[in-house]
């Protein structure tokens, strides 16, 4: 078996255990293999394991990747910052977005989705560490916000997601997502039918599984370095 290979197992037998001491069902959460700064070879290589889901945080990065695999049926996220002139690029190649923050970005989406391709899955990304250098919509803006997305004729508003404070104190991670958690539940309270919690990365995903995440999204614990640093090679 492959690192890679064993590290998916790793971490989906992780999340399956997280998933049962939580009362879940193992199934209902769904992993995503976070590939940035990764080649194409080891997306490669995790699909050979098993794993479609794929997500990217650079547009240019991601463009170049999607054309390198494009004979591998996979399911492309975007979770990274989102520039007013990339959201043709992000419209055009992504099934999935899951770092939408405001109502303007939302509505280029949209407008720039091809008509014949299936909507645009979108989550609202919600600030809730309130610091300010992070990226996410207040949540008190959060429920308006929703509404007004979920309006959108090419987008389908699927969920929340967040990237907390980073930290190992359990209770903090879970405190955090809990907050994400309850915005979630108080939106479909409020009418929408949102499904999707996307919430915890490699050190806090069995904090996330525990307060209900439905997607969560990893990277480091999946992909590992070069065996050698990339100018090694040339020295
Ligand atoms: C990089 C990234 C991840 C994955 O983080 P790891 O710590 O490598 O698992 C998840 N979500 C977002 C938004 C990211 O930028």
């Not at 790793?10 to 293999?33: F, K, N, Q």
């Not at 490699?202 to 065996?227: K, L, N, Y």
Request: charged residues 20%; neutral net charge; aromatic residues 6%.
């Amino acid at each position: 078996m492959t690192t890679i290979a064993s590290n998916l197992q790793a971490v989906r037998d992780a999340m399956a255990a997280a998933a049962t001491e939580a009362g879940r069902a193992p199934d209902d959460i769904s992993l995503l293999a976070v590939s940035k700064t990764f080649a194409p070879e080891a997306i490669r290589e995790a699909y050979q394991a098993g794993q479609t889901r794929f997500a990217e945080s650079y547009v240019q990065e991601a463009l170049h990747k999607i054309a390198a695999l494009h004979d591998l049926p996979l399911e492309w996220h975007y979770i990274g910052p989102i520039q007013s002139n990339k959201t043709r690029a992000i419209a055009e190649h992504f099934a999935w977005v899951h770092s939408v923050d405001r109502l303007k970005i939302a509505e280029r989406l949209s407008g720039q989705r091809p008509a014949h391709f299936p909507p645009l899955q979108v989550c609202l990304q919600v600030n809730i560490s309130g610091e300010a250098s992070k990226s996410g919509a207040p949540p008190g803006e959060t429920a308006q916000l929703a509404m007004a997305i979920a309006q959108l004729p090419h987008l389908r508003l699927r969920g929340l997601m967040a990237v907390p404070e980073p930290g190992d104190d359990v209770a903090a991670q879970r405190a955090a997502f809990a907050r994400l958690r309850r915005l979630f539940e108080q939106l479909n309270r409020q009418g929408l039918q949102l499904d999707t919690l996307s919430m915890g990365m490699s050190h806090d995903f069995a904090a996330a599984v525990a307060e209900g995440a439905t997607m969560v999204r990893i990277g480091s614990a999946i992909f590992v370095q070069r065996e050698y640093p990339q100018d090694a090679l040339f020295k």
